[in-house]
């Protein structure tokens, strides 16, 4: 791994454990009665179509990340 491609890794690990711990807290409301002490209906389905717009720009980086070097 060249420092160029650690730096692209790791230049937003703060702000993923900030999205992690948010992602954690909202999945956890989100289950409903099917946690114990949850109410409410599942809206997993619904959390996730709401946060597909956070995950989009990170696997698009990720594939170029992953591109073979040329």
Do not use: W, Y
Request: charged share 25%; glycine share 8%; net charge negative.
């Amino acid at each position: 791994m060249t420092k160029k491609d650690a730096k692209i890794i790791f230049n937003n690990v703060a702000d993923l454990a900030l999205f992690s711990d948010l992602f954690t807290e909202r999945l956890e409301d989100s289950l409903g009665s099917i946690l114990d002490g949850g109410t409410g209906q599942d809206r997993v389905g619904a959390l996730f179509l709401e946060m597909v717009r956070v995950f989009r720009p990170h696997s698009e980086a990720r594939a170029l990340i992953c591109l073979p070097h040329v």
